[in-house]
């Protein structure tokens, strides 16, 4: 049942567009106009209402049939990174990257041009550019990006990148039409992406995919290292090898979540008075 407010500053709108928001359990990350109006307990008109307001603000996008959350409710909280399951998943394995490589790993996911952190395990060095949970850059100077993008059709990477980045950062790579095409075939032959200070002086990474069940990209995860200490030849010799064995865990681990049957409680019958 929708919330009920307890003092004359209760906004029920806002409180119904977050009970909307917190619908999207693990494991249900689509879902049809009447799953959300049976969850909250809410009217139709009102749910529909509430999702399209919430689509038009970006933080729901429509799905086939049904609808689901976009990265940006990050700015809100966690309930995206609860809807995927993702973090649970790949936390051991990131955490296994990370004392392996001794650098910072993380996992984004695509929003229109950018890339938006869902998860992250640090090392404390300093770098050009903080990164936290929710961070936003240009998706396609990064290696994260890259990945992301390569899984795409041609033309659709080009109705994304078309879009005004709201990342506020100003890459140092900006390729034209030729280049970006010509980087992402070579990244989608060969399954990882590189950027080598094409984001901002300093920065220098390497990201693989993250697939779900279908083999279809959910995210990708990458390495970071300071481009003063890490060369190139360690990042692609050294460090590559373990980001694609942890890329192929971390998609296996989530490929069995997907897969894994889910308990439903059985309804309850009436007693006979």
Known sequence: MPREGTGPDFIEALARGLEVITAFQPRQPVMSLTDVANTTGLARPTARRI??????????R????????TPRVLDLGVAYVRSMGLWDVARPHLEQLVERTNESCSI????????????????????????????????L????GKVLLAALPPEEVARILAEPSRSGLHALWQPDRMEWESELREVRARGW????????KGIRSVAAPLRDGSGRVIASVNV?????ETPVEVLIHDYLPL???A???????????????????????????
């Not at 429509?62 to 959350?69: D, T, V």
């Not at 938006?116 to 990164?131: C, D, G, Q, S």
Request: proline residues 7%; without cysteine.
């Open 247 to 273: 890329a192929g865990e971390i998609s296996a681990d989530f490929a069995r979540l997907e897969s894994a049957p889910h308990v439903t409680q059985p309804a309850r019958v009436p007693t006979p008075s």
């Open 141 to 144: 100077s990064t290696s994260l």
């Open 51 to 60: 999702l399209l307001t919430l689509t038009e603000l970006g933080y729901v």
């Open 62 to 69: 429509q799905q086939g049939g049904g609808f689901m959350l």
């Open 108 to 139: 984004a996911q695509l929003d229109g041009p950018d890339i938006v952190y869902v998860a992250r395990v640090a090392m404390p060095k300093i770098v050009t550019l903080a990164v936290q949970i929710g961070t936003r850059f240009p998706a």
């Open 193 to 200: 992406a590189m950027t080598d200070e094409q984001l901002a």
């Open 243 to 245: 980001l694609l064995q």
């Open 224 to 228: 970071n290292a300071h481009a003063a």
